[in-house]
């Protein structure tokens, strides 16, 4: 059974005293995850002091798809910090912030400059060290000219997620927000109507009549001699650490074999500077549409791939994720895969807070019967998104859930994705 959802009117009486089993970092980033955090001064992170130096992005988005196109609307400039690591004990994890009006979490600026927390409910700060995740050199290099004739940004083929997870997207966009199907909770990531980058986008298909085969040799040279170029530049100028992870990651097109097609050349083009079997990796993507590309995939030292199913239950997979291929093929798929890469090296992604927690873990532990790992993000409403005004999940389901999860976890003998400084938006990590 789910605990009594009791409130307190303290955030650290309530939230943080009130689970004496959790670990600490556990309890501070599942209150950051629920809650978000606010504050009134928009201008608070544009003015700190150096803020270029450190990882942000823009406070508030608006995603707006209109004639198989998607940009972001927003027109405001405020930015806040992507994501903060937080320090207990020795100990250190990373969690992704999110802005939310009327959080009950201040953040705010020290008069020594550090970041600080604030329980409005009180009115104290929050006894928890957090910093700002530092922008690292890669970030401001540009490719040669002689690689990219528009020297554009080596962060625009490769970049690094949290501490240590290097993180690969083939191209730009994803076919189920063009066509105005997205997943009901997902807010995508729109560019500006004169973004330029060195990667295909899905924005601009139409203009290739649908044909994605043009559409991807039109840049995919270029491409490649980038992602090439910058791979090796990170593994020899940044200090990844204290894991390598690697995620290669797909959005979807409107013909699954051209997605594993393209993933498959990111592979092969990764492989020609370093192995990528010598990585901690994982292949984000749609269902394999065939064994035999799953099998290649494999035998190009892919270790786990991910398929993301993100709820339990037939109806409420239509509703949420009305883009996404058949329910009932899609759960096939994912057993099927556990075949090729074998028993828990094929995970799925589920979002907390969509369905009752119960129902979502008799499902969980069901796949976990058959070798496939749940992995799951906390669900926050995103602005100009269905969802927006649908409640995050409160504490109490956050830690039952993530409990009875590490249950789950613990006897099918499964680990957990990433790392704490490289998986921003759950707990398990922490727990394990």
Known sequence: MLPCECRSNSLIEGSLNKYPDLPPLAKWKAMLLEYGVTFDNQHLFNDYPGIELFKTKKRVLNPVSHNLVVTDESRGQSVIPSEVTIHEDGNT????LGFREKSPIGIGISAEGTIIFLDRTTHQQIPLEAKLVKRLGYLDVHMPPEIDADEHLLSDVVDIVGLDRLSVIPFDGCWNWNSGHPCKFCDYNPKDENYDTTKALTNTLKGFDFDIEKWWDSTKDRYFASLKYGFDYLLKNEDIGPHKHLLIMSGNLPDPVKVWGIAQSVTDNLNEVKSVSEFDNYLNICPHPNL?????????GIQQ???????????????????????????????EAVKIMGFGKVRSNFVLGLQEPDELLEGISELADQGVVADYSIFQPKRATPLAKYPAPPMDTIVYFTQQLVKIYKEHGFNGIYCSVSSRSSIINECL
């Open 305 to 335: 791939v991910q398929y993301n199913l993100e709820v339990i239950g037939e109806e409420l997979f239509k509703e949420m994720c009305p883009g996404k291929m058949d329910y009932q093929l899609f759960r096939t798929k994912l057993i």
């Open 93 to 96: 994890s990373i969690v992704k």
């Open 292 to 300: 035999a590309i799953l099998e290649k995939a494999k035998g190009s």
